[in-house]
């Protein structure tokens, strides 16, 4: 049983599709028996993740900046909802309350997260697993621009091995209680 900080879209007019994975993300984490760190949205796939983590009774924390609370529609039904002044220290929370991170699809904020955490984690400022779910080819362009990085020796192999590359709910399950466990 971990703190698994999950990272995913705020965005709306998104496919159905990843409501719904994020929604399988949701009830799986909580039938695991986690609990769930987030960015304390209603909306869009953040909402849905932290809806279907609380049906399946998990525990849920939301950090919510103070001026978001409004456009992500503070998720006041969490367990634990902080409100907090700055995104600093938004991310800052939940990085603190998490043993692990997991990257579905997003915007620019869900990527600004999952490097920020994959980087100090590459640094050796964590070692927290750090793990992308991507069943669909999403994030397919990335992969491609981060293994040219690797070839042309902007990237370590080590950096990259950090980020763990999954395209399954289950998967990305099994890879979190392997790591876990280490
Ligand atoms: P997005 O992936 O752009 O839909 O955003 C997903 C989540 O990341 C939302 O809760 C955003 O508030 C959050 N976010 C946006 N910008 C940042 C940022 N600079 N640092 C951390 N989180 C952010």
Partial sequence: MAAICVYCASGTGIAEAYLELATAVGARLAADGHTLVSGGGRV???GAVARAARAGGAHT???IPVHLQGREIADTDADELLVVDTMRERKKAMDDRADA???LPGGIGTL???FEVWTAGSLTMHAKPVVVLDHDGFY???WAFLDGLHE???VRAEALD???RVDTVDAAFAVLDRLLAE
């Fill in 140 to 142: 397919a362009p990335l």
């Fill in 112 to 114: 600004e997260e999952l």
């Fill in 61 to 63: 924390t939301g950090v």
């Fill in 101 to 103: 991170f997991l990257a």
């Fill in 152 to 154: 042309r020796g902007f």
């Fill in 162 to 164: 950090r980020l763990h």
């Fill in 44 to 46: 869009s796939m953040m």
